[in-house]
């Protein structure tokens, strides 16, 4: 089934919008836990653990869905094919593994999220924690970057899944 060419420009808008939003919102994230991990004032640490969860939650985590699923039906929808080649399938496999890695950082950002309504986040137990949500938004970027840049420069290269050329 091909997306007719209004529907096709919406779909790769909203998948365009969603991954700058990601972007976008995992370098707030980042801003946030930098400042958590660093800040000597207690209240500050406390609320920027606090809105990690919600922007976690309420933004990164249904941005990173939209992609995944405009992705898919945009690759299912034109020309490029969702395993025609090779950089479609590249960038479906790390835009999943993304959101599945996410998916699993955000028990972190809960339970430091848990600390700072509690006032615990002096627990030494809780510094391996405030290390990991520097680190992983860090590598989120770097991978949603080189994601972006593979549907920019699109990579020549058929998978040995696509079919053969029409002859005219």
Sequence with gaps: MRLSPNLRRAV???HLLGGVGWFGSVAAYLCLSITGLTTTDPQLAQACYLAMDVIGWSVVVPLS???????LVQGAGTAWGV???????LKLLMTMIAAAALLMHMQPTAVLAAA??????????LQGLRFELVLAPSLALLLLAFNAGLGVVKPKGLTPFAPPARKA
């Design 116 to 125: 700072a309504r509690a006032g615990r986040l002096t627990d030494p137990d």
């Design 12 to 14: 790769l808008l909203t």
């Design 83 to 89: 395993t025609r080649h090779w950089w479609v399938v």
């Design 65 to 71: 869905a939209v992609v995944v699923l405009a992705g």
